[in-house]
């Protein structure tokens, strides 16, 4: 169970090959977040890579050079999770994460089949007005997006972080080691962690939203700023408003 939390919560767990690609390479390959390909290449891939990986064939998918790493990666996480646990994502999720820490406004989404309370949709701003563009079918994917929270849970699943609620003391430090560098001197990258000085910290981005989060566990302080619109940057007015409170 560990090494499927690992999954979930930091990206994908050590200990299994994909074309020879260890799941630890995977867990600090910064650009893992899927590209925006049309839904026929979609299905074509993933397809593919999803049959591959479920039917006990991992060792002969492609190398990450004859598929797009990026969605190599992101339907891994899903399939491996799916495939170990037993159970479908959505429902994995929810129940070893989302409703053990009370996350009760959180949710994988899943069209047709879940709701999303409260929703709030995306915006673009385009010709001098916000127009609504929101999820599509290859934004908003399973493994690497398609979940809906608020600023309350999100602290629920932070708070988790210092204890031993969701993973293990050692998968933890793993997760917030240095481990790879990145185009920044500043910046270094964990298990799915950006760590820059005493912060760790991510962002992200999907139609009509940019988010992201700012943790200084020395101090125990996090910032989530969650936005639905596709501009401005967040990661800037987080920083100002930790300043706020650090002085």
Request: hydrophobic share 35%; glycine share 12%.
């Given at each position: 169970m560990e090494e499927i939390l690992l999954f979930i919560v930091l990206g994908l767990?050590?200990?299994?090959?994909?074309?020879?690609?260890?799941?630890?390479?995977?867990?600090?390959?910064r650009g893992s977040g899927i590209i925006n390909l049309s839904v026929g290449a979609m299905a074509m891939l993933g397809g593919y890579a999803f049959w591959?990986?479920?039917?006990?064939?991992?060792?002969s998918l492609p190398s990450a050079a004859a598929l797009p790493i990026a969605l190599l990666f992101v339907l891994a996480c899903g399939a491996l999770v799916e495939k170990i646990s037993g159970r479908p994502l959505a429902q994995f999720l929810d129940e070893e994460i989302f409703a053990p820490l009370g996350m009760t406004d959180t949710?994988?989404?899943?069209?047709?089949?879940?709701?999303?309370?409260?929703?709030?949709?995306?915006?673009?701003?385009?010709?001098?007005?916000?127009?609504?563009?929101?999820?599509?079918?290859?934004?908003?994917?399973?493994?690497?997006?398609?979940?809906?929270?608020?600023?309350?849970?999100?602290?629920?699943?932070d708070a988790a972080l210092y204890d031993e609620r969701l993973l293990q003391p050692s998968s933890l430090r793993a997760a917030f080691t240095p481990t790879t560098h990145t185009d920044d001197p500043e910046i270094e990258y964990g298990y799915?962690?950006?760590?820059?000085?005493?912060?760790?910290?991510?962002?992200?981005?999907?139609?009509?939203?940019?988010?992201?989060?700012?943790?200084?566990?020395?101090?125990?302080?996090?910032?989530?700023?969650?936005?639905?619109?596709?501009?401005?940057?967040?990661?800037?007015?987080?920083?100002?408003?930790?300043?706020?409170?650090?002085?």
């Open positions: 767990g050590s200990g299994a090959l994909i074309s020879g690609i260890s799941l630890g390479v995977v867990l600090t390959y591959a990986l479920t039917s006990g064939k991992i060792a949710v994988a989404h899943e069209e047709g089949i879940s709701t999303v309370n409260h929703r709030a949709f995306g915006y673009t701003h385009e010709a001098g007005r916000w127009n609504r563009t929101d999820q599509d079918q290859t934004s908003a994917v399973l493994g690497d997006g398609g979940i809906y929270s608020s600023i309350d849970d999100l602290a629920k699943w799915g962690w950006r760590i820059t000085g005493e912060t760790l910290w991510h962002s992200g981005e999907s139609v009509g939203f940019r988010n992201v989060i700012v943790r200084y566990p020395k101090r125990h302080l996090t910032v989530v700023v969650l936005t639905n619109r596709n501009e401005p940057e967040p990661y800037q007015l987080a920083l100002e408003i930790a300043k706020t409170v650090i002085g």
